[in-house]
């Protein structure tokens, strides 16, 4: 349950509400977030984010946290891996700076993980070697690899960076730019590692990502959603794997239409 506006929360309030959502801590946990409309939190951000890593590490789990740089894309330096400053806000921002996580090295869509060092630096490995943000051999298909979840806390699927990732895995057509841009990590040590990727692109439309929501009931009828609270944000934690089945149902139901080519609401007959 949420408070009303002028409480504050502690951080045992937080981790009450992911005890009551039943959320695993064993697993990857990705979030994407609204620090906002979280509301009034004592501490602030660092109490946030302390919760987060002591709810979802507890058992062995990887907590992330986004903090992309593509608005870099073009100048000199597309991922400084000693700069925390991202594309996402405050609470991005502020987990880079955290020395408790490791960074990946994806050009554009790199992510913080705080957890377990030998897990965590697994799953962030060969991240400057892909060929798109949200390619399915970066972090993003691996949370999918190990049964994990998107966290979205006060922000709809239009934030959910993970589904541009199962497009890719199911190969959907006119999701990725026809030519590569070049992107530079300047990785810890300094070295410079140069090398070209594929945006995300679709004809149709500028920013496909604000369609995403049309998945929503979908992934709801498929038992691919928890429901709950952090703080005042209403929170959804979705399962990987059944959202990228649910997607790959509805893609071939639609026999070769694109699902998200109009922003009318999916047809029941697509994912039932």
Not at 23 to 30: A, I, N, S
Not at 109 to 123: I, P
Not at 218 to 243: E, K, L, S, W
Request: charged letters at 25%.
């Amino acid at each position: 349950m949420s408070k009303r506006q002028n409480e504050s929360y502690t951080k045992k309030d937080l981790i009450s509400q992911l005890t009551a959502m039943g959320l695993p801590r064993d697993k990857v946990v990705l979030m994407h977030s609204s620090l906002r409309l979280i509301g009034l939190v004592e501490g602030g951000a660092a109490t946030v984010l302390d919760a987060m890593i002591e709810y979802f590490t507890a058992e062995g789990g990887l907590f992330c946290v986004p903090t992309h740089t593509w608005g870099n894309i073009g100048q000199e330096i597309t991922l400084d891996m000693k700069d925390p400053h991202t594309c996402l806000g405050a609470f991005s921002n502020f987990a880079a700076a955290d020395p408790r996580g490791i960074r990946s090295e994806n050009p554009t869509h790199s992510m913080m993980v705080f957890g377990d060092t030998e897990r965590a630096l697994e799953f962030v490995s060969d991240e400057c070697h892909i060929s798109s943000g949200t390619d399915p051999e970066s972090c993003y298909g691996k949370i999918c690899r190990d049964g994990g979840y998107i966290l979205l806390v006060g922000v709809s699927h239009s934030r959910n960076t993970y589904l541009h990732c199962v497009e890719e895995m199911l190969n959907m057509p006119n999701r990725l730019s026809a030519e590569p841009r070049k992107v530079t990590v300047r990785r810890m040590s300094g070295e410079l590692v140069t090398r070209e990727v594929k945006t995300h692109h679709t004809d149709f439309t500028n920013d496909v990502s604000l369609r995403f929501p049309k998945y929503e009931t979908a992934f709801r009828y498929h038992g691919a959603i928890t429901d709950g609270f952090v703080g005042n944000a209403p929170a959804q934690a979705c399962d990987a794997r059944i959202m990228r089945d649910t997607m790959a149902l509805i893609l071939r139901n639609c026999k070769g239409k694109d699902p998200l080519a109009d922003e009318f609401s999916l047809s029941p007959l697509l994912y039932r």
